[in-house]
């Protein structure tokens, strides 16, 4: 399905019924990595996986700012009149998911965030570099904004008021302190690390995240 939400046209994905969540994915992927976990989840919520800006069947832009899918999000969330749903985001959709809750206090009923970065130090040095090189090949902006941004403050932590539930892998590329910096700021966030996870294992194509998604936020 599509929507336009803030002059862009995002395809979505909506599967299950009950209490609603919203899934956003990580850089450079879409909806489909959590296809496996949107089926599980989807016996218990209704389950809304867009694919942001740039990104899958979405509509593509030239330059990418986590402001503009923060907003994305904001008004696919009130167009589709979906109350006080659950936030899920993964890496890029972790942070839009912190700048969200953090800028719209009453939006949501619970965040969920996976390997999210606070800045650009966030990165561990060789994936960083990594990111950088394949800057100079990929034409869209999807490397370029991790260069630049976000830049996630404490007084933004602090100000976010839903229960929130921190979750990176052992192995993560998010550097482990700012992972706990996130847990530690948040009032009340819980922490969450996957023993001998990467980045993405634990998420991408598995149901390890939808069945702790299940183990912390009620149905």
């Given at each position: 399905?599509?929507?336009?939400?803030?002059?862009?046209?995002?395809?979505?994905?909506?599967?299950?019924?009950?209490?609603?969540?919203?899934?956003?994915?990580?850089?450079?992927?879409?909806?489909?990595?959590?296809?496996?976990?949107?089926?599980?989840?989807?016996?218990?919520?209704?389950?809304?996986?867009?694919?942001?800006?740039?990104?899958?069947?979405?509509?593509?832009?030239?330059?990418?700012?986590?402001?503009?899918?923060?907003?994305?999000?904001?008004?696919?969330?009130?167009?589709?009149?979906?109350?006080?749903?659950?936030?899920?985001?993964?890496?890029?959709?972790?942070?839009?998911?912190?700048?969200?809750?953090?800028?719209?206090?009453?939006?949501?009923?619970?965040?969920?965030?996976?390997?999210?970065?606070?800045?650009?130090?966030?990165?561990?040095?060789?994936?960083?570099?990594?990111?950088?090189?394949?800057?100079?090949?990929?034409?869209?902006?999807?490397?370029?904004?991790?260069?630049?941004?976000?830049?996630?403050?404490?007084?933004?932590?602090?100000?976010?008021?839903?229960?929130?539930?921190?979750?990176?892998?052992?192995?993560?590329?998010?550097?482990?302190?700012?992972?706990?910096?996130?847990?530690?700021?948040?009032?009340?966030?819980?922490?969450?690390?996957f023993p001998k996870a990467g980045h993405t294992g634990y998420i991408m194509h598995s149901t390890k995240i939808a069945e702790y998604i299940l183990s912390v936020v009620p149905c």
């Open positions: 399905m599509y929507i336009t939400v803030n002059g862009v046209r995002l395809y979505y994905e909506k599967t299950g019924a009950g209490r609603p969540l919203v899934m956003v994915h990580c850089n450079s992927m879409d909806h489909k990595i959590f296809r496996k976990s949107a089926r599980m989840l989807s016996e218990h919520f209704t389950v809304y996986c867009p694919d942001s800006r740039d990104h899958g069947k979405s509509e593509k832009v030239k330059t990418l700012h986590y402001e503009d899918m923060v907003e994305d999000m904001v008004q696919f969330i009130m167009a589709l009149g979906l109350e006080k749903p659950v936030f899920y985001g993964f890496s890029d959709g972790g942070i839009i998911g912190l700048i969200l809750a953090s800028t719209h206090p009453d939006l949501l009923s619970a965040l969920i965030v996976s390997g999210a970065s606070l800045n650009p130090d966030s990165t561990k040095e060789l994936p960083m570099k990594f990111f950088k090189l394949w800057s100079h090949v990929d034409r869209s902006d999807k490397m370029r904004i991790m260069m630049r941004e976000p830049d996630i403050t404490d007084e933004m932590l602090q100000s976010i008021r839903v229960p929130t539930f921190v979750t990176a892998g052992e192995k993560d590329v998010i550097k482990p302190a700012h992972t706990r910096h996130i847990a530690r700021t948040v009032p009340g966030a819980k922490l969450k690390i």
